[in-house]
DNA sequence: AACTAAATCAAACGATCGTTTGATTTTTAC
DNA sequence: GTAAAAATCAAACGATCGTTTGATTTAGTT
């Protein structure tokens, strides 16, 4: 499917609503109007509100990220460095695209969820964390990489950690006192300190005793 | 304020459903229905609707934890077993207060908060990143820990990662094979996992080389 | 220019929302 | 036992919800 030039902007300003005030929180006439469009516009273009989340999660599902699956593993890097790579890569996800994974991190908060969306989710964490244990059966077939590492874990780790760091991003930026920074030089700053925080948290839970080569 | 039989009833049965629907997403007429009172009660009660959820937040937030915070701290435990004994404390307290810690973390996501909640929930984390400041400072001044550690990230992972594992616990089983477990054999299985992991993992991050002991 | 299809609109639909009313029942206090 | 207070209820309130209607405008095709 794809869409006009209006259609993209309804489903734009549904993912920023959606993701400040919850899907049942958003009115279709507060989407409506912030679009600039009639409100009869959003049945008819999606057919209903709930269809309208569904086309938000279709669109942004498939517009990700199979090109890092190939790109990361098919390379000559070490498993630590894909690892490394792979991080920095969850970090930008996550922070480019705020809205919809604070849309899709409600999702998982709700018990009443839309299959559709439930699958989409679901295929997206079942192939997140099969390449996370790709990359560390990798390194430990090396030798780099510890034998007991609860691969579920580590990935709720990750995505848990820079989940929480972007929700409570208001938060970190008054007890790290960086009130001075722009919006755009804070977001750079977390991304940073996130990146060096989890690459060094892996590195060391992760490895051998034995020193290796970043 | 201390409430009556009926009152902590229609508190309990909205804890839940907020948990499950969305504050949003659940109605008072849903609410009174579980509860067994009807509607106009909940006004009678508790004024509104938005009343009503802040009653529970004030509810919950009063009845948790300074106990630890002189527990912990007055004790002539170790600092890394301080920390340990406050990382079990953290899984604890979601754990046996699932429903309400996701209807904490929604109020996170969320950019149109109550001011009277988004106070509860700053006030909380304060007193949180405070404490594991102080347990950070204590281990380097024994000259356990490491020098430079991040207190927001390490709390960020702390919780980001106890959040994420209990909103992701459905995938968590399926991926695991953990179906044949009851409910409460699971959650005891997926504490003492959390347990372990975030241990090892904060272990071998903050920790000095030199070995000390557990 | 004439016809067709798509897009847009104001208005209205019935359903549900949170809340209030006013009468009635139950509990409490003396 | 009786009066006052608290609790409970069905019903209704106005507002807003998602959606549909039917007329009108715009765009596309020949």
Known sequence: ????????????????LFSQKGFA??????????ADVNVSMISYYFGS???LIEALFQLRMTESSSRLETLVMASELSALQKFNVFIDSVIDRLMGNQCF???????????ERTPVITEYIR???????EL????????QEAGDFKKDINVSLVTTTLY??????????????????????????????L??????????????????EHHIQN
């Open 101 to 111: 994974h604070n849309i899709m991190l409600r999702e998982q908060l709700s018990s």
């Open 49 to 51: 509100k709930e269809k």
């Open 191 to 208: 991304r940073g300190e996130l990146s060096q925080h989890l690459k060094n948290l892996f590195k060391s839970t992760i490895t051998n």
């Open 25 to 34: 929180g958003t009115s279709v006439r507060d989407i409506a109007q912030e």
């Open 1 to 16: 499917m794809e869409y006009n030039a209006k259609q993209l902007q309804i489903i734009e300003v549904a993912e920023r």
């Open 160 to 189: 848990g950690t820079v989940n929480y760091a972007l929700a409570s991003q208001d938060f970190y930026k008054i007890i790290n006192d960086l009130g001075h920074l722009s919006e755009e030089e804070f977001q750079t700053h």
């Open 132 to 139: 996370i244990r790709r990359m560390i059966r990798e390194g």
């Open 123 to 129: 295929g997206l964490k079942l192939r997140n964390v």
